[in-house]
């Protein structure tokens, strides 16, 4: 897709929003990198207002992988966090990455400027 492009996201009527998003718990004890990733991932995903059905879709993976993810209850290949990755349209390591800088300061991680 060229740059300045707008991308169209159809969605199957089937994949639509049953019930509204809630952002992850910024309490949450992030104490391995599984937290970290499953928080991201869910921050990431209702930041852009997707569902886990429609994640799961883009990244071409169940939805019941994409909640077990976000509830850190499996392990996850390097392939599929990079397939979740660009379903979000965000370099991988940005889903390792600690939240503690928006978690402290409000403030959210600059993107890349050529991803």
């Known amino acids: 897709m060229p740059n300045g492009a ?11 929003m049953p019930a509204p998003l809630r952002s992850p718990n910024p309490q949450a004890s ?8 499953a928080y991201n991932i869910r921050a ?5 207002n997707l569902s886990q059905a429609q994640l799961g879709h883009l990244a ?8 077990q993810v976000e509830r850190a209850r499996v392990n ?3 392939d599929n966090i990079e397939k979740l990755a660009k379903a979000l349209e965000l ?10 800088l928006e ?13």
């Open 6 to 16: 707008l991308a169209l996201l159809i969605i199957p009527w089937n994949l639509q």
């Open 30 to 37: 992030l104490n391995t990198l599984r937290e970290v990733l």
């Open 44 to 48: 990431f995903r209702v930041e852009r």
């Open 60 to 67: 071409q993976l169940d939805r019941t992988f994409v909640s």
């Open 76 to 78: 996850i290949s390097l």
């Open 91 to 100: 370099p991988a390591d940005q889903l390792l990455k600690r939240p503690w």
């Open 103 to 115: 978690l402290a300061f409000g403030t959210k991680p600059q993107p890349p400027l050529n991803p």
